[in-house]
């Protein structure tokens, strides 16, 4: 059982920056494939992007590729998402989720937990 929660979301002008963290529970953090997902009003939940168990990989959607890095710290249990040139269509909740797998899922229904979002808006 893994528990999930973020933290980091706020209110952001275009162009600004924010970095979204995710602190886990559960000694087998390390284990775990982690992602960030977001949700806009009245969207499907969309992959964002996602690290594997050891860091040494990561993938992102192509809308935030270039502007958004992944990142995780095994010791802390916490991975993060640093969010720079930020733009409206941003503007979503972004859920932290974790699981076993060893490769990164872009589904969302194959994430086995989740964390209880936090609101990213971004105005122009």
């Known amino acids: 059982q893994v528990q999930l929660v973020e933290s980091g979301g706020g209110l952001v002008q275009a162009g600004g920056s924010l970095r979204l963290s995710c602190a886990a529970s559960?000694?087998?953090?390390?284990?775990?494939?982690m992602g960030w997902f977001r949700q806009a009003p009245g969207k499907e939940r969309e992959f964002v992007a996602g690290?594997?168990?050891?860091?040494?990989?990561?993938y992102y959607a192509d809308s935030v590729k270039g502007r958004f890095t992944i990142s995780r710290d095994n010791a802390k249990n916490t991975v993060y998402l640093q969010m720079n040139s930020l733009k409206p269509e941003d503007t979503a909740v972004y859920y932290c989720?974790?699981?076993?797998?060893?490769?990164?899922?872009?589904?969302?229904?194959?994430?086995?937990?989740w964390g209880q979002g936090t609101q990213v808006t971004v105005s122009s």
């Open positions: 989720a974790a699981d076993l797998s060893t490769v990164v899922l872009v589904s969302s229904h194959l994430w086995d937990y």
């Open positions: 559960g000694r087998t953090f390390s284990s775990y494939a």
């Open positions: 690290i594997i168990w050891s860091g040494g990989k990561t």
